[in-house]
């Protein structure tokens, strides 16, 4: 990667975007369905294992979010250039000037702090309601009067509801002025400051095609779940279930982080084609 900046310029693009940047992510997994698969499960893997340090595990993984979108912005910007992306996408952030580094840096302890305070926020909210229900769900018991009516007292608590519409809530808004600021660190050589803003202003400008995309996200979601537990139920294997949820979870969420890369290049012109035929090459290179 060059350590110059990319000319980037905010622009305005129709809401029936929101459904190119979905079927441009499916277009570039499907070039290299494996690599982007490994590197959503490589990042898994890596939260599982922070997971196990207490507290600050749990910190470094919440910091280590605006990194995991960023790398699958360079990774799709590599398939794009015919070549397959690796694990070094997500140090490729640090490797370019100090200024970017600290930038990264800042932006990663920002979110993770701000992520605590939405927890803390939610929780005043809800009461403690979504960690009781929690620790329901963690230790289910079949065929227990007593543990099903307290999972019911725990989901009915009106509490609950008020809780997850402020975590949906602030997690939307946290979402907005981080979610281009890293890549305009990287590219644009914004300064933490300037890139939470420009990215906010990106998002708010071309409000109808990110609502339009949440939609269709929601919908496939949706429609995924449905049909599976449909097929299931008629085939008399709702056991296998899980089983097929979780391969077709991943495809999803590796296609969803894939498409992240072509919200940018819409908002801030950053050169890509319009359409993507089976092995188009990039209309620009950083």
Known sequence: MSNSS??????????????????????????????????????????????????LGSMLLLMGLPLMSLGFMLAT???????????????????LTAARRNSQLALCSGYALATVLVMVASNAVDGGAFDALQELMADPKANDPAYEAALQAAISDPRLFWGMVCRLSLATLLAVPFWHAPALVHWGGQGALQALFSSTLGVWRNRGAFVFNGLIWVGLIVSLSMGLALLTSLLGLGQILPMLALPLGLLLSTVFYVSLYFTFIDCFMFGAPKDLPAAAPPAASP
């Open 77 to 95: 910007h590599l398939v794009l250039q015919n070549q397959t992306p690796t694990a070094s996408v997500f140090l490729a952030p640090f490797k």
């Open 6 to 55: 990319l000319p980037l310029h905010l622009q305005t693009v129709p809401a029936r975007h929101g459904v190119l940047w979905v079927r441009h992510g499916f277009k570039v997994f499907q070039r290299r369905p494996m690599a982007l698969s490994g590197l959503l499960a490589l990042c898994m893997l890596a939260a599982l294992l922070a997971l196990l340090v207490p507290v």
